[in-house]
């Protein structure tokens, strides 16, 4: 199987929770057997869409613009499993990530069709890969991912491919601190065994998630660390100023 991710997350390295959540997945995606490949966003050259509907006209199925989302769709075409990997800004994706969406219009055709009661556009000659959405952010409930999820699966609704697994890791930027350093582990650790279950089963078992989900802290500690933080940060920053 060729397993194809798209990382639109701004960040490289372990400071990256996207990025390391990622690699766990696909460690595990590889132990099962399965061939994959990362495409980092924020490493390629890829403009805005200008809305000018060259590829669905004058060059079907070829974007007017010379840069790396050629390439990009080339893989993305040829894949068997999607990853669509992004942290969470304001309650979506990130831009890299949308303007990627944005860019993928030339698989496409630009023909209308009925699909569940709403009109769409039928992809372009290939049929679109299963999904696994990933993504990470900073509050500790759930439920801040559901405005994501929700754009994710209208959007398969009208034919992007079907989603088969979605990850989502709240409270991520405590997971490497000192107090968390066994649950950082075991989160990993789960995430890997999601990446053999999505290769051997098609799906992320209900007890994985569970573990990759877990609280780290209550309500009220997650408020007095968090703010502690960015209280410590705003005076490093000042006391730095002022020292100048």
Not at 60 to 89: F, S, W
Not at 162 to 179: C, D, G, K, N, T
Request: hydrophobic share 40%; charged share 25%.
């Amino acid at each position: 199987m060729n397993v194809v991710a798209v990382n639109g997350g701004p960040r490289k390295g372990k400071i990256s929770k996207t990025a390391t959540m990622l690699e766990a997945l696909l460690d595990g995606c590889r132990h099962a057997g399965a061939n994959t490949e990362v495409i980092n966003l924020r490493e390629k050259e890829v403009r805005a869409c200008n809305g000018c509907y060259t590829c669905w006209t004058k060059t079907p199925g070829k974007c007017v613009q010379d840069d790396d989302m050629k390439e990009i769709l080339e893989k993305y075409r040829r894949a068997d499993l999607h990853i669509l990997a992004t942290p969470l800004y304001f309650w979506g994706p990130t831009a890299l990530m949308k303007n990627f969406i944005d860019r993928s219009m030339p698989l496409s055709h630009p023909f209308f069709l009925e699909k569940d009661g709403l009109l769409t556009h039928p992809p372009r000659d290939y049929t679109p890969a299963p999904k696994v959405i990933l993504s990470v952010c900073g509050f500790p409930e759930l439920d801040h991912f559901e405005p994501l999820s929700h754009w994710f699966h209208f959007m398969a609704g009208r034919g992007l491919g079907s989603i088969v697994a979605e990850i989502y890791r709240p409270a991520s930027e405590f997971l490497p601190a000192p107090p968390f350093r066994q649950q950082y582990e075991e989160i990993l650790a789960a995430t890997r065994q999601a990446g053999i279950e999505l290769i051997t089963r098609g799906k992320v078992t209900k007890e994985t998630l569970a573990v990759i989900q877990q609280d780290l802290m209550d309500k009220a500690a997650y408020i007095k660390m968090g703010n502690a933080y960015f209280q410590g940060e705003i005076d490093r920053w000042e006391a730095k100023r002022a020292s100048k």
